[in-house]
């Protein structure tokens, strides 16, 4: 879910029509840009990531930004320094994250973009968010599903146990014998789970089937619906571990070194260096909007162990900002809700564009533990075949009916807010 650099990553493709930026500008003779957000890429106010840095590392200091930008950017096209949001409508699109934010400006700045487009938008500040792995639990292929589950269950019950050598021959069957900490053991696999956000755009995403074959097809036969349970699941995963994947995660690094998560003094901790977006992403992470991924609750099936609880991600925040957090300290993500309003939010010329298949649905508008109405005025889409942020490219609609559906929804809500713009009288916003 990282905002990263447009110089450095490709984001010039949403420039053009392979994009839904691309496509509202062309309807509407309109330009694009790709705005990289403080405290990403280069885009830095001081020369370094610490703690005093990143003080001004906030979603406010953010939305902020974009009005700041809107208003002073002289744009290098012939009348590029008379088209202000007062003086022409401006459309503000924004996926994940930035999607959330573009949610977040609406109700923070209302009136300044004349319509927004918020894709798989983050809008609900959540500290346990363990049901990032529901939609990865429920829309997996049913027998590998089915077979994490079990050898979750059977991992767990040697973790949990007394049995020092079972759980030195568990970790030993991952090539993780090195590693220390049991939770930094289990958080590992986690791993293999997270493969499923490269099924969004311009991922690879054959990485997450290729565990999945590993644990189902023996001999070319794939298992049926039910697995083929839980000793058998464990076994296969360990080996899918050693016979290749450890080594494409960790290279020539020992266990302890490339996994483990208690050394403070380790550079991936200390590191203050800028262009360092997973630095940046877990300062808003641990200070504003949590979404620890860990086990599900009891009482609910889980593809991840039950040893991995929030606090372990809270200690993480001490090892990057231990100037920030002396002692375990959560999320502030009530505070953020209240700001922003969370699933509560209620703006205008606003659309929201989510997949069924999103790891991150739970915290959006569409989530299943909320209720938000699509309405003329905050209008929403929801794909039965999208994953993170696939309605914000143009192909996945040719790919998926349901996907060019949320699209065609998308812009049609676009030229009907743009429809009602109107330019605005003593510096005001009017639609």
Request: hydrophobic letters at 35%; charged letters at 15%.
């Amino acid at each position: 879910m990282h905002w990263f650099s447009p110089r450095s990553s490709g984001y010039t493709g949403y420039l053009t029509n392979r994009t839904v930026n691309g496509q509202i500008a062309q309807a509407h003779n309109g330009a694009t840009i790709v705005l990289e957000h403080r405290f990403y890429g280069f885009s830095n106010p001081l020369p370094d990531l610490s703690v005093e840095s990143l003080r001004l590392h906030t979603i406010q200091q953010a939305i902020d930004d974009l009005e700041y930008f809107a208003n002073n950017v002289k744009l290098p096209f012939p009348g590029g320094d008379q088209v202000g949001p007062d003086k022409a409508p401006w459309v503000l699109v924004g996926g994940s994250y930035s999607g959330a934010l573009t949610a977040f400006t609406n109700v923070n700045k209302p009136g300044l973009f004349a319509a927004s487009w918020a894709s798989s938008a983050v809008v609900e500040s959540i500290t346990d968010f363990w049901a990032y792995f529901e939609p990865i639990r429920q829309h997996m292929p049913q027998n590998c599903s089915l077979d994490v589950q079990a050898a979750i269950t059977r991992l767990d019950s040697i973790l949990t146990g007394k049995n020092q050598t079972a759980i030195d021959a568990l970790k030993a069957s991952f090539g993780m014998e090195d590693v220390v900490h049991l939770d930094d053991f289990a958080g590992a696999l986690k791993y293999n789970l997270y493969t499923w956000q490269d099924l969004s755009p311009g991922r690879d995403a054959s990485v997450f089937y290729d565990f999945c074959d590993a644990l189902e097809v023996v001999n070319g036969v794939n298992a049926g619906p039910k697995g083929r349970g839980g000793e058998y699941a464990l076994a296969a995963w360990g080996k899918f571990w050693t016979d290749g994947y450890y080594a494409d995660t960790c290279g020539d690094l020992d266990a302890e070194t490339c996994l483990g998560s208690y050394n403070a003094n380790d550079t991936f901790w200390t590191s203050t260096d800028v262009n360092n977006d997973y630095r940046s992403w877990s300062w808003i992470v641990c200070t504003e909007m949590g979404f620890f991924q860990e086990s599900a609750p009891l009482g609910y099936p889980t593809i991840v162990s039950r040893v991995l609880q929030p606090a372990y991600d809270e200690r993480t925040c001490q090892q990057f900002f231990p100037a920030a957090f002396p002692r375990l300290t959560a999320p502030q993500v009530e505070r953020t809700n209240f700001a922003y309003e969370g699933w509560n939010l209620h703006t205008k010329h606003l659309y929201f564009g989510n997949g069924q298949r999103d790891p991150w649905l739970y915290s959006t508008v569409s989530s299943p533990f909320t209720y938000v109405p699509d309405t003329p005025e905050q209008s929403i889409g929801l794909s039965a075949g999208g994953f993170h942020c696939s309605d914000l490219i143009t192909s996945f609609g040719v790919s998926d009916a349901s996907v060019l559906a949320v699209q065609k929804k998308g812009l049609a809500a676009i030229t009907r807010y743009l429809a009602e713009w109107k330019p605005a009288q003593s510096g005001a916003h009017h639609y």
